[in-house]
């Protein structure tokens, strides 16, 4: 554990045409920490962690201002490599997105095009990223069967896993256990704590209880502003600002 | 969801105020009892005490569910927190007013003792402590709170007080021992029934602030940054 910042979000705005979604936003995302995003739709906790990953680049009406810093580097000035900087922060979608390819080949996917081909890495790899996302005993003995046929709370750990076979820095997650059942969504959570050691994790979701449950820190965001940031058993006993004391009791979103 | 909350919430706290009308009742009833030698006042709050036991139970299974089915975050955790501890203090205070009856019924047998002991003033600020803690919690008044903090010290000083003045006595009056012990014993109930009214206070100042003032007198005097107060 350390308190370095992995990420620095510094005055970051982001527009989508003449809308403005985030204003201003300053934030640290500490390494090898969970920090959890919470706010009411439409309040640009995913236009944040997308902007993150620099997944706002294919939108031709979004338009940036202010820095993010990867480990000190502003992943917005030109020269920065976006594939590069996807390979080191992984993004983890609302509804698990798997390949129509066999578990083994979803996971191998991104590193045989990374250009990792020898079969002991790869196999290490599978191996290695179903058990950081606490998939591998469910799944060993059938590697090489369709993913399409894996329970949706195995889908998405098996994306989870997809993610950390790009040994990635940092794992970006917008709402992944949306769809999920409480025994998978416990699984996912399990999973994320323990990963932590190794990574740093951003966690977007709609269920404040999980940010109690797994966050660090917890940052509200409301109409496009951060209101408060703070660890999180102070973020949900003793919030400081009203609207944060409203949103996390259930008062309003 | 919320609604339902906010509804529960509601409901506890008529519960808990009418506990502790009842519970202030029985403190004056048992300090007249004392004062006025009412056998039947006294046997009046012996009666209660079941009662008042039973509520007890009631508020905090009434809690209890409702941090299960609701788990409630930020102030409205708060809330439960205090409600759960004044609920405790409140059920102490009257096992208090019990004590007090029952030590008055002692003395109503006993002749009078010729010593001025001002147990009437000490009754009179313990129960003044109880209704403003009271008031304080209805109101959500955090300065109202403090008061009652700092106005233990003063009933603190009279049992000090009592205690020298049984010491002195019970030296040259062997005969007296009994009735004096009673009357200490009052003394200490009363004291004790101060010392929950100031712990009612600093759960309410937890509740309002968001701080455990307990154990901390320094703090008691100084203005933190709040969190937003609960919307009771």
């Not at chain 1, 005055?11 to 500490?30: H, M, Q």
């Not at chain 2, 019924?105 to 001002?118: K, M």
């Not at chain 2, 009214?197 to 968001?210: K, Q, R, S, V």
Request: one cysteine or more; a neutral charge.
């Amino acid at each position: 554990m350390t308190d370095a910042v992995k990420i620095a979000n510094r005055n970051f705005s982001v527009f989508y045409g003449a809308t403005r979604a985030l204003r201003g936003i300053t934030l640290d995302v500490p390494a090898h920490r969970i920090l959890g995003i919470i706010g009411p739709a439409g309040s640009g906790k995913t236009a944040l962690l997308r902007a993150m990953n620099r997944l706002n680049d294919l939108n031709p009406d979004c338009r940036v201002e202010g820095q993010i810093l990867l480990d000190g580097v502003d992943i917005y000035q030109p020269d920065f490599d976006a594939v590069r900087l996807r390979k080191r922060v992984g993004m983890v979608f609302a509804l698990p997105v798997p390949l129509p390819l066999s578990l083994f080949d979803n996971i191998v996917y991104g590193p045989r095009l990374s250009g990792i081909r020898a079969r002991t890495r790869l196999n290490a790899l599978v191996e290695g990223s179903l058990q950081a996302a606490f998939l591998w005993d469910e799944v060993k003995d059938r590697l090489h069967t369709s993913a399409m046929r894996l329970s949706g709370g195995q889908q998405q750990r098996l994306c989870l896993a997809r993610v950390l076979a790009m040994e990635p820095e940092v794992i970006l997650l917008d709402e992944p256990c949306s769809g999920l059942d409480p025994i998978s969504t416990a699984r996912i959570e399990e999973a994320l704590i323990a990963l932590k050691s190794k990574y740093t994790i951003v966690l977007v979701t709609n269920n404040t209880k999980q940010a109690a449950r797994v966050a660090d820190t917890t940052a509200f965001l409301f109409q496009g502003e951060l209101v408060e940031v703070g660890p999180t058993g102070q973020i949900f006993t003793m919030p400081k600002d009203q609207r944060t004391n409203d949103y996390v009791s259930g008062r309003f979103g | 969801m919320e609604r339902h909350l906010q509804r529960e919430i509601d409901k506890l706290k008529r519960r808990l105020l009418e506990l502790s009308a009842e519970v202030e009742n029985d403190v004056r009833m048992a300090v007249r009892a004392v004062e006025d030698r009412e056998e039947t006042l006294a046997a009046t709050v012996l009666r209660r005490e079941a009662q008042i036991n039973a509520t007890e139970v009631e508020v905090e299974e009434e809690c209890l569910k409702i941090l299960a089915l609701y788990q409630p975050v930020a102030a409205d955790l708060r809330y439960i927190i205090a409600v759960l501890k004044i609920n405790q203090d409140l059920e102490r205070i009257g096992d208090l007013a019990v004590h007090i009856a029952e030590r008055g019924l002692f003395l109503c047998q006993q002749p009078r003792i010729d010593i001025q002991f001002r147990l009437g003033t000490m009754a009179d600020k313990a129960q003044t402590m109880l209704k403003k803690v009271l008031d304080a919690f209805v109101n959500l008044d955090e300065a109202a709170a403090r008061a009652v903090c700092a106005a233990d010290g003063e009933i603190d000083a009279i049992h000090r007080e009592i205690f020298q003045q049984v010491k002195t006595a019970v030296t040259g009056n062997a005969q007296l021992f009994e009735p004096l012990l009673q009357i200490l014993h009052i003394s200490r109930h009363l004291e004790r029934i101060a010392d929950h009214a100031t712990n009612i206070a600093e759960d309410l100042i937890y509740l309002i602030e968001g701080r455990i003032v307990r154990h901390t007198p320094e703090v008691l005097t100084k203005k933190p940054d709040k969190p937003p107060p609960p919307a009771m």
